[in-house]
């Protein structure tokens, strides 16, 4: 992976807060581009305040904010006209597709592989990639980029904070099976 390889967060990836928070420390390591849309960020917000109404759904989208600020670049607009010509097993994930397109994708970070054939992906030149798959890439290309991201966001839990095993843990929990087995072997750095 380059910096110019660029991926597409679905919003299923981004709507658990710690896997949200390590792909986006994944992005700001520049070893390639994280792009989404506005239409991706209302869906992970809207169905985390249907699935947890005690959540603050300002504070979500100040996250969503601060997102958008963190990583150059990363907003995916003017995709809107190609929804209608896609077709996909549920019409609803067609946006992300057409976000992926406009944004010069190679990859869909999803956890809903069936939602996106690879056989119709790949006339466009995109895959669909479970993110634990994903991440299992970086750590293949730059295993120190992962441990640094993955040690970051544990570091920034502080209320409360984190043993690195009950960390692991928390990512195991959001089926990242490998990327967890690669930080155990690593959890002195964590």
Known sequence: MSANFTVI?????????PLRDLL??????????ARW???IQDEWIRNLIKNRPDLNQELLEKTASMMNRAVMDALVTGYES???GLTLPDADDRHVVAAAIKGQAEVIVTFNLKDFPQDYLSEFDLWAQHPDEF???LIDLTPETVLL???RCRARLKNPPK????????LLAQQLPLTVN???KNKELL
């Open 9 to 17: 967060y679905d919003a299923c990836v981004l709507y658990p807060a």
């Open 24 to 33: 986006m420390q994944l992005a700001l390591t520049n070893t390639f581009r």
């Open 37 to 39: 849309s506005a239409q």
């Open 82 to 84: 190609l929804i209608d």
């Open 135 to 137: 991440i299992r890439d």
């Open 149 to 151: 991201a993955a040690h």
């Open 163 to 170: 043993l690195v095993d009950d960390y692991l843990d928390t």
């Open 182 to 184: 690669f930080l155990r």
